[in-house]
């Protein structure tokens, strides 16, 4: 069970090393995930997503940007599709994410994007999600 809560965690840090880039934003992004996961919420991570659309070789992807259809990518790693952690990560994840999963800033966010500039935007819920994503990614 150790090994296995190890393996979780390194595939947790694989998901915030591709969807955030500051170390502080890789703290709050790693709470929240851990939230989601709480709360059987399916993680929505677009980084996973790419990753299945790309069969597994992220770093080479052209296709980076996700369409709606995307989001319906029948793989394991569609977090947006299947609930709880993909089979394994996604990336080789550097010591700020891997600090992130083992001391996550708490906070009262559930949900973030990134913007095109590398920002993290986190909102608390769903519906202000929406309205940021509007605005920034329109």
Do not use: W
């Not at 150790?2 to 890789?26: C, F, T």
């Not at 977090?79 to 990560?89: A, D, E, M, N, V």
């Not at 992130?100 to 819920?125: C, D, L, M, Q, R």
């Amino acid at each position: 069970e150790k090994e296995e809560r190890k393996y979780d965690a390194l595939i947790l840090a694989s998901l915030i090393e591709k969807e955030v880039i500051l170390p502080e934003e890789k703290l709050i992004v790693s709470d929240i995930l851990k939230k989601r996961l709480e709360k059987d919420m399916k993680l929505e991570v677009d980084a996973s997503v790419v990753y299945a659309k790309c069969d597994g070789y992220y770093y080479f992807c052209k296709e980076r940007d996700l369409g709606g259809k995307d989001l319906f990518i029948d793989s394991p790693y569609n977090t947006y599709r299947f609930k709880g952690l993909p089979p394994s990560p996604i990336s080789n994840p550097g010591i700020d994410s891997l600090r992130a999963v083992a001391n996550p800033t708490k906070n009262e966010f559930y949900f973030y994007f990134t913007t095109k500039e590398g920002k993290a935007i986190f909102s608390k819920t769903k519906e202000e999600h929406q309205k940021k994503v509007n605005i920034f990614l329109k």
